[in-house]
């Protein structure tokens, strides 16, 4: 997080993390599509001619709040191949929040814990303990045969702490909760950490909700946090 | 990257570290200017936002031109410049600057993600409608130049033509920048990537070296261990092969069959336990690298004979077969013999140990031109012969065989292919690897070979000088 109290701009990391394949830019594309004409910024892809992220992906966002801070969220994915462990080190360095995309698929069971074991790792690696950084799981794919089913994500997702969610982000289906949740969680997080209500007079549930709105999903934030199962999210 | 600290990836992706100069090609913007040109007929130019000129039009416009001829004509050409530089412009809301005769610029912020970088320029060029209303600054113009000439190249559009063209060029040059900042960054991310693999693998490669710095001194100590055990093994081993033998002359009295018999065995075994000792000394000393070598000629095919001749009773009590022969005439070798000698032994004993009753060990010395073997040669090989004379001596027998995927292994210590045979046949598992070590100390080669049908062929090959 970066505070710039001059010019009132509060910018935050956001990083979508997984395993090769998971459909992380994806996420970003639809969040883009998502975005109303003037909070999107352009969506800067580094990537290899077969489509493969080779750094990163960026998608800068800036919302207004009413209380005059300007909020930039910047929205990164990090390669997910195996071999590019140091660039996703480098990224995911001073994360506020991570997104973790999984492929529902049975098949990838195995490369998404493999993944976020790495996540750990790298966080681990910044002296950052994974249980202290906001975090949301998004089973993706939910559209494709053989995956893991509903009752079992939501079974196992009640022994963990993070709120997950179910998505097909090639059709933008649960990528704005997603990242709405993502985005509230980190808020939970700076505010416990920064004061920034008292600070700016920041209402983070109305700015969240704000953010939802202009994303495309005019919900209550508080209907908006029920589309997770497990880790459950406060304000419900 | 003058700096020397790698900037983090927030500060790479904040568009506020850098200016128009960094994302531009300031080299490849005249050409576009000028293509700008050839298209709509107005001149370009590109400032950064500290006010300098990025990129302007390749020769100076007419007007310019015609200002620049006389001092009244330059004054004004400044201050419309100064004004140009100065005045106060949004990306939405372009100011017009008059020149002079009706022309004059149109000028507008260039921005980029929301932030202002420099500005864009067009003109001179004419309005159609004089919308805005001229200044009416009067400039007189000496009698020799032409106005109507100037002023003809002048362009002519109307101020919504100006503005679409101001919007278009806009657009472009943000496109360019945004293309800009994406090389930039990613160049950066690569770098930085290479330094995070590179400080990764330094990393790894300082715990690798203390590891094997480690095991080295540990196998020092080991080595150092065993040269001394060794040692104080032997001193009591001698006292006891010693006064066993002095039993058995009857130098304390006679002795009895029993007595000879248990006697016997108490020195056969010491013996037996002194060559085990040797051995490791040798090994030790081999590894160590204390022992030199005593070189003179050798005669290996007499060598070979010798060894055969030495050891036949051993082949004999194990109804082997067991015969040296030399082919061809033999050069003398210039090598330690004792240590020749050790070689051939171990190798023909080994063969013997490892063939079965009815089996055949033969010894075979010989003279060959070989091949330089791939792999097996140093830097400036290729100026020698690929042709080199060696002497190979060959121990063939008709055993056990050796799998060809632990024929490298076996030269090592205590290495024995199946650990069931050593218990039948016994031995340290030292032979082979003091084998090694010597060939390798006379610049040879030792390797195994299949003897088909069935058995093993060592071949020790000694390079002739």
């Not at chain 1, 202290?132 to 939501?154: C, G, H, T, W």
């Not at chain 2, 004509?73 to 939405?92: A, F, M, N």
Request: charged fraction near 25%; aromatic fraction near 6%.
């Amino acid at each position: 997080m970066q505070l710039d109290f001059s010019k009132k701009q509060l910018t935050i990391k956001l990083v979508y993390y997984g395993a090769a394949l998971s459909g992380k830019t994806t996420n970003l594309q639809s969040l883009h599509e998502a975005a109303s004409g003037d909070s999107k910024g352009r969506l800067m892809t580094l990537d290899t001619k077969d489509d493969r992220t080779l750094f990163f992906d960026l998608l800068p966002l800036t919302f207004n709040d009413k209380s005059g801070l300007a909020v930039r969220v910047k929205v990164f994915t990090v390669p997910g191949q195996v071999i590019h462990t140091s660039t996703r080190r480098l990224v995911v360095q001073g994360a506020d929040g991570v997104a973790f995309i999984a492929d529902s698929r049975l098949s990838e069971t195995d490369n998404n814990t493999e993944s976020f074991l790495d996540l750990q790792r790298n966080l681990q690696g910044q002296g950052i303990e994974l249980e202290k950084m906001p975090l949301v799981i998004q089973f993706n794919k939910r559209d494709l045969p053989n995956i893991r089913s509903q009752a079992e994500i939501a079974e196992m997702a009640k022994m963990g702490r993070e709120p997950v969610y179910l998505a097909i982000a090639t059709k933008g289906v649960g990528v704005v909760p997603c990242f709405v949740g993502l985005l509230y969680r980190t808020w939970e997080q700076l505010e416990a950490t920064h004061g920034l209500s008292e600070k700016f007079g920041f209402d983070g549930p109305e700015f969240v909700a704000d953010v939802a709105a202009k994303l495309g999903d005019p919900r209550p934030l508080r209907d908006i946090l029920a589309d997770s199962v497990g880790g459950g999210v406060h304000g419900r | 990257m003058g700096d020397s600290r790698m900037k983090t990836l927030e500060e790479l992706t904040m568009l506020e570290q850098f200016s128009l100069e960094d994302l531009l090609d300031r080299r490849a913007l005249p050409e576009m200017l000028s293509s700008f040109q050839e298209l709509t007929g107005v001149p370009a130019r590109i400032y950064s936002l500290n006010s300098g000129l990025l990129a302007g039009p390749k020769s100076a416009p007419p007007l310019d031109a015609l200002l620049e001829g006389f001092p009244d004509g330059r004054r004004r050409l400044r201050d419309t410049i100064h004004e140009v530089l100065s005045v106060g412009v949004t990306v939405d809301d372009p100011a017009w600057v008059e020149c002079a005769f009706g022309a004059g610029y149109l000028v507008s912020q260039l921005d980029h993600d929301g932030r202002a970088l420099g500005r864009i320029v067009l003109g001179p060029v004419r309005m159609k409608e004089a919308t805005q209303g001229f200044s009416g600054q009067v400039i007189r113009l000496p009698e020799d130049k032409s106005l109507e000439l100037s002023l003809e190249e002048v362009p002519e559009k109307t101020l919504p033509e100006c503005k679409d063209l101001l919007r278009f060029f806009q657009r472009t040059l943000d496109v360019l920048a945004y293309s800009g900042f994406k090389a930039h960054l990613a160049s950066s991310m690569h770098l930085a990537t290479v330094r995070e693999n590179f400080r990764e693998l330094t990393d790894k490669n300082t715990k690798l070296q203390s590891a094997y710095d480690r095991l080295r001194e540990l196998d020092r100590l080991k080595s150092n261990f065993l040269a001394t055990v060794s040692h104080e093994l032997r001193t009591p081993l001698t006292s006891i092969i010693g006064y066993s033998e002095m039993l058995l002359e009857g130098i304390s009295g006679e002795l009895n069959e029993e007595q000879r018999e248990f006697l016997g065995t108490i020195h056969q075994k010491g013996e037996q336990l002194l060559e085990l000792i040797k051995s490791l000394l040798d090994l030790s000393k081999l590894e160590s690298g204390t022992m030199s070598l005593r070189k003179g000629n050798v005669d290996c095919g007499a060598l070979a004979r010798d060894v055969a001749t030495t050891l036949a009773p051993t082949a004999r009590k194990k109804n082997v077969s067991l015969a040296a022969s030399v082919n061809g005439e033999l050069p003398l070798y210039n090598g330690d013999a004792e240590r020749l000698r050790q070689i051939l032994l171990n190798l023909t004993e080994n063969a013997i140990k490892f063939t079965p009753a009815d089996g055949s060990v033969e010894i075979e010395v010989r003279l060959v031109e070989q091949d330089v073997r791939p792999g097996t040669i140093s830097s400036g090989a290729v100026l020698g012969s690929p042709k080199r004379r060696v002497i190979e001596i060959r121990v063939a027998d008709s055993g056990i065989g050796i799998p060809e995927d632990q024929r490298e292994r076996v030269f090592d210590a205590f290495y024995q292919v199946d650990n069931s045979a050593t218990r039948e046949v016994g031995g340290s598992g030292l032979g082979l690897s003091i084998v090694k070590r010597l060939v390798d100390a006379h610049d040879g080669q030792v390797y195994i070979e299949s003897n088909e049908p069935r058995g093993t062929v060592f071949v020790v090959s000694l390079p002739c000088k």
